[in-house]
């Protein structure tokens, strides 16, 4: 098993992202309201820190928010879907200011269904 996380800054993507993961088989997902470590400490009042303060400038032209989904799959072949359909709705995840993406093996799983067939 494993857990996909994905950091997403453009959120107009989220959509087709979670319409992508339905058509390839992946069953649920979980989406977080998120903000990054230098946009919250560049939009903080009473920021002392001279660095994120000459990025304000920055970060208030780019979005403030993203969204985080994470997805626990159970095998790497719907992983590997996942990722793909992933990259099919977003393009190049390297590109600046797209998001993360990363997976974590996962040991054990508690209160997901188990699988009937």
């Given at each position: 098993?494993?857990?996909?996380?994905?950091?997403?800054?453009?959120t107009e993507y989220l959509d087709d992202?979670?319409?992508?993961?339905?058509?390839?088989?992946?069953?649920?997902?979980?989406?977080?309201?998120?903000?990054?470590?230098?946009?919250?400490?560049?939009?903080?009042?009473?920021?002392?820190?001279?660095?994120?303060?000459?990025?304000?400038?920055?970060?208030?032209?780019?979005?403030?928010?993203?969204?985080?989904?994470?997805?626990?799959?159970?095998?790497?072949?719907?992983?590997?879907?996942?990722?793909?359909?992933?990259?099919?709705?977003?393009?190049?995840?390297?590109?600046?200011?797209?998001?993360?993406?990363?997976?974590?093996?996962?040991?054990?799983?508690?209160?997901?269904?188990?699988?009937?067939?």
């Amino acid at each position: 098993m494993h857990i996909l996380f994905l950091v997403l800054n453009e959120t107009e993507y989220l959509d087709d992202i979670l319409a992508a993961f339905v058509e390839v088989g992946v069953k649920g997902a979980t989406i977080l309201d998120s903000q990054g470590m230098a946009s919250a400490i560049a939009s903080n009042v009473n920021r002392q820190i001279p660095l994120f303060g000459s990025l304000k400038s920055f970060l208030d032209s780019s979005r403030p928010y993203n969204k985080t989904v994470f997805t626990v799959v159970e095998s790497q072949e719907l992983l590997d879907k996942a990722i793909n359909a992933i990259n099919s709705v977003i393009g190049d995840i390297c590109k600046p200011g797209i998001g993360l993406m990363f997976t974590v093996p996962v040991g054990n799983v508690y209160g997901l269904p188990k699988n009937t067939k």
